[in-house]
T-cell receptor, first 115, second 109 residues
Framework: DTAVSQTPKYLVTQMGNDKSIKCEQN?????MYWYKQDSKKFLKIMFS???????INETVPNRFSPKSPDKAHLNLHINSLELGDSAVYFC??????????????FGDGTRLSIL | RKEVEQDPGPFNVPEGATVAFNCTYS??????FFWYRQDCRKEPKLLMS???SGNEDGRFTAQLNRASQYISLLIRDSKLSDSATYLC??????????FGAGTRLFVKA
């Protein structure tokens, strides 16, 4: 199936641990994104990569480090997890252009719970 | 003030009703516009792009007013399955995408 897929779907871990979330898209898109959706359901962009290059880095703690080994993959590593990191993290991709009129396609989310 | 603002609702409407959502954006450099739909505990999914000339997809009509910087979505003949959160989305130059906080719709039998 053509899609944006992210793993794991659920992640329950303790404060202070380090964890990674993986994302892959087979849509041939050149731009990928990470979003955080908190308990208030507000969807906020964290990072955007275009052709493996970091384009957008919003005010995200440097405990969050994205890595794009190729333009089909964008992984997110989180160090020293905190309670406030509990949220749903969505990966997305699109055909990116400087003027972007292309919609984004989302993965089905990773639900991160910090104990 | 948020860059993209929506009435959070909820809108509670009976089946068959017509319902309209508005969204305003503050950055005049905004380039392209979309409505997404998000069901509970699911990912956002593209509902439709929004064009200056207005566009329609079945029961859904989207309009863009660049002068007033607002976008609208009209749903006719509401179905139970239309119950969801509707997200207004704005793309700015340079890969910047801003999501509104969403408008919740409940369609009741």
């Amino acid at each position: 199936d053509t899609a944006v897929s992210q793993t794991p779907k659920y992640l329950v871990t303790q404060m202070g641990n380090d964890k990674s979330i993986k994302c892959e898209q087979n849509l041939g898109h050149d731009t990928m994104y990470w979003y955080k959706q908190d308990s208030k359901k507000f969807l906020k962009i964290m990072f955007s990569y275009n052709n493996k290059e970091l384009i957008i880095n919003e005010t995200v703690p440097n405990r969050f480090s994205p890595k794009s080994p190729d333009k089909a993959h964008l992984n997110l590593h989180i160090n020293s997890l905190e309670l406030g990191d509990s949220a749903v993290y969505f990966c997305a991709s699109s055909h990116g252009q400087v003027i972007s009129n292309q919609p984004q396609h989302f993965g089905d989310g990773t639900r991160l719970s910090i104990l | 003030r948020k860059e993209v603002e929506q009435d959070p609702g909820p809108f509670n409407v009976p089946e068959g009703a017509t319902v309209a959502f508005n969204c305003t954006y503050s950055n005049s450099a905004s380039q392209s516009f979309f409505w997404y739909r998000q069901d509970c505990r699911k990912e956002p999914k593209l509902l439709m792009s929004v064009y200056s000339s207005g566009n329609e997809d079945g029961r859904f009509t989207a309009q863009l007013n660049r002068a007033s910087q607002y976008i609208s979505l009209l749903i006719r003949d509401s179905k139970l399955s239309d119950s969801a959160t509707y997200l207004c989305v704005v793309n700015r130059r340079g890969f910047k995408t801003i999501f509104g906080a969403g408008t919740r719709l409940f369609v009741k039998a």
